[in-house]
């Protein structure tokens, strides 16, 4: 996680507060799945759903690997799309 | 459950025009937006459009938002829920959407998804200080609540949005110190360029942010150049100072609704991303889900409306609805699509198009 201190610092999702460098690091590791760096870092899973570091995170999984983007698999699309209170998902579903 | 001919995600350019073809073709409509009013990003858009009378050229976005709005809301085939977000798509055919604190489950015959797109981000170092916003964020200051971002705004991006959002803060009494584009020219259509120039507004090509700096909030950037590859050039680095810094690096697709449905989808970076494959009646790969607007591939508002008629008059056709002008309808529409993608500013559009018909 970052201080607050420390400068020159890029986000690269910035729900979770994760930087560049926090993921050149895993990807250095071998960590070369966008899968995996969500559940080791948290990146996409913030309010936004990763709808801003996702499209940065999979190209530089491409640069890492040397495949183009589209090969680059996403994550499941889950239900959800957008954080719910849970009070809201305890009133239960209104069939009408 | 709540069953529905024809559901719309989507309440902006493309999901108000689809509601008014499909209502007027005779079909119920129900059509979910998430914020509390219609016409999605159309509101925020204070300049003249141009293009051809039928693509309501020297119109006002805001004023084309409240026309729709009204029509749809006046329609009483048309139910509007507003302040309501589709929060899933099952694959039995249901959708989910909260409304005030309540889950209400749909199952519609046909559904068109108008989600719209989301803004990129670019990483740089700083890229996190108080000052930084997407150039939605500035528009919405500034053309929805009257606020002023800041005092001198740098703005990254030269494309449509990034100069008329330049125009616009120029036009509320806000400094455009520059803007920088990465591309060796201005993305942006020559009409809309030409009115910064004229105020004075440097615009520099092939460079880039290379960080922000400020202690609490920005206070400049030092911006770079870029080669022929895309490579910073040493010794090209200037500092300009600004308390904001605007960017806008383009869009793309907001797909969950559709991945979570199924629908066969494509990489295209002409079209802004990851987007659905479709035929010409802008169904899917799921049968009974259409695509419009800028979730189908990053687009405008004059292409949205038309891909909104288009998804409109096919949904509610295939249900069963008609009319004797259907076929020309259909025809015109096709036609002045055509003709908004033709030419060289079309053709980013018609090679990413090309990569995503089923």
Request: aromatic fraction near 4%; proline fraction near 4%; charge should be neutral.
């Amino acid at each position: 996680m970052c201080e607050a201190k420390n400068k020159d610092l890029i986000m690269m999702c910035r729900c979770e507060d994760i930087t560049l460098d926090e993921v050149r690091d895993y990807i250095n590791q071998g960590i070369t799945d966008l899968e995996q760096l969500k559940r080791l870092l948290r990146i996409g899973m913030g309010p936004c759903q990763g709808r801003t570091c996702t499209p940065l995170v999979v190209n530089e999984l491409a640069k890492a690997t040397g495949r183009p983007v589209k090969e680059i698999p996403l994550t499941v699309f889950r239900q959800p799309t957008t954080p719910v209170k849970l009070g809201v998902l305890a009133g239960g579903i209104d069939y009408e | 459950m709540k069953h529905r001919e024809i559901a719309i995600i989507g309440g902006g350019p493309a999901g108000l025009a689809a509601a008014l073809r499909a209502a007027n073709l005779g079909a119920r409509v129900l059509l979910i937006d998430r914020s509390d009013y219609l016409g999605g990003q159309l509101i925020k858009q204070t300049h003249r459009f141009f293009g051809s009378k039928e693509q309501r050229a020297s119109e006002r976005g805001i004023d084309i938002a409240r026309e729709l709005a009204a029509g749809v809301t006046a329609n009483e085939k048309i139910q509007v829920m507003t302040e309501a977000t589709a929060l899933g798509y099952y694959e039995d055919g249901v959708l989910l959407v909260e409304h005030h604190n309540k889950i209400t489950a749909v199952k519609p015959d046909r559904l068109i998804i108008a989600t719209g797109g989301a803004e990129k981000n670019l990483m740089f170092p700083n890229n996190d200080l108080p000052g930084i916003y997407g150039a939605g964020a500035v528009q919405t200051l500034v053309n929805v609540f009257g606020v002023k971002p800041g005092k001198k705004v740098l703005m990254v991006g030269a494309g449509n949005i990034g100069v008329i959002v330049s125009y616009q803060l120029l036009q509320a009494g806000v400094e455009v110190a520059a803007i920088i584009e990465a591309a060796p020219r201005i993305g942006a259509y020559w009409v809309h360029a030409a009115k910064v120039v004229r105020a004075g507004v440097p615009i520099y090509t092939r460079h880039t942010i290379k960080r922000a700096y400020g202690e609490q909030e920005v206070s400049g950037a030092t911006i770079v150049q870029l080669d022929e590859n895309l490579q910073p050039v040493p010794g090209t680095e200037k500092d300009i100072d600004a308390d904001v810094i605007c960017l806008s690096v383009g869009l793309t697709p907001l797909t969950e609704l559709l991945w979570q449905a199924g629908c066969q989808m494509i990489f295209v970076p002409e079209l802004g991303g990851n987007v659905p494959l479709r035929n010409e009646f802008l169904e899917t790969s799921v049968p009974g889900i259409y695509v419009a607007g800028d979730v189908a591939g990053i687009e405008e508002a004059s292409a949205a409306m038309m891909e909104g008629a288009l998804a409109g008059l096919n949904a509610a056709a295939s249900l069963g609805y008609t009319s004797e002008s259907l076929a020309s309808d259909r025809k015109n529409v096709l036609a002045q699509l055509a003709g908004l993608r033709s030419g060289p500013v079309g053709e980013k559009i018609r090679k990413g198009l090309a990569q995503a018909m089923l």
